[in-house]
């Protein structure tokens, strides 16, 4: 039983360059979620889709940000030109649509990026 | 506003000690749902319990049991017996049925268990 899986694990970056990480749901889980988590803090939501569909952003998700989830499978999330204020953990996380309820959101290891 | 509120933000404790870890939310939604994961220095959040509004039930399973109040917005985590595996940052969160699918999550509580 395999969970959520991203890569990669670890990025350091120079400032200005563009950045991409990848993520890897819960095979059967139709809905994926991307945080972010700064230091001292809680995961922070930055988008969600469903299938292939980005349903929500937050405003957070700054325009050189992007997500992708071409096929309903895997996602993509490009940092564009990237800052200092954007090192940080980027947390993916897959669940299944309830017909009822709030499903729980299971959650991959990170990506942790550094600008420099 | 703050949907979620983890005051402690960090605790220590022997091992073999029971600690409780509070959580206050907030929120208007009558349909919600509550959350408590647990972030290990590797980083991974892990899943730990999920609790619906409509459902006031304590639960407990084994040394972890979760106090849900309505009355007072709370849904606090008791860990009895600490172990030096315990040592976490541990995060409550909220899902509001009716403002889309994201969590809210709180700013932790980092638990140390001393041996």
């Known amino acids: 039983d395999t969970g959520v899986s991203q890569d990669p694990r670890h990025k350091i970056t120079k400032r200005g360059q563009n950045v991409t990480f990848r993520c890897d749901p819960i095979s059967e889980h139709n809905r994926l979620y991307w945080y972010r988590q700064t230091l001292g803090q809680g995961p922070e939501f930055l988008t969600y889709f469903q299938n292939e569909a980005q349903l929500e952003k937050s405003r957070l998700l700054s325009d050189r940000f992007s997500a992708e989830r071409p096929k309903g499978s895997f996602s993509t999330l490009e940092i564009q030109r990237t800052e200092q204020g954007d090192s940080a953990m980027y947390l993916c996380a897959s669940s299944t649509a309830r017909s009822t309820g709030r499903e729980t959101q299971y959650f991959g290891p990170g990506t942790r990026l550094l600008v420099l | 506003a703050q949907k979620v509120t983890q005051a402690q933000t960090e605790i220590s404790v022997v091992e073999k000690e029971d600690v409780t870890l509070d959580c206050v939310y907030e929120t208007r939604d009558t349909t919600y749902y509550l959350f408590w994961y647990k972030q290990p220095p590797s980083g991974e959040l892990v899943f730990l319990i999920r609790?619906?509004?409509?459902?006031?039930q304590n639960e407990i399973s084994g040394r972890y049991s979760w106090n849900f109040q309505k009355s007072t917005s709370s849904f606090n985590f008791t860990i009895t017996a600490s172990q030096v595996v315990d040592s976490a940052v541990y995060f409550c969160a909220l899902s509001e049925a009716n403002t889309g699918n994201q969590f809210y999550f709180g700013t932790g509580t980092s638990l140390t268990v001393i041996p």
């Open positions: 609790r619906n509004s409509f459902d006031e």
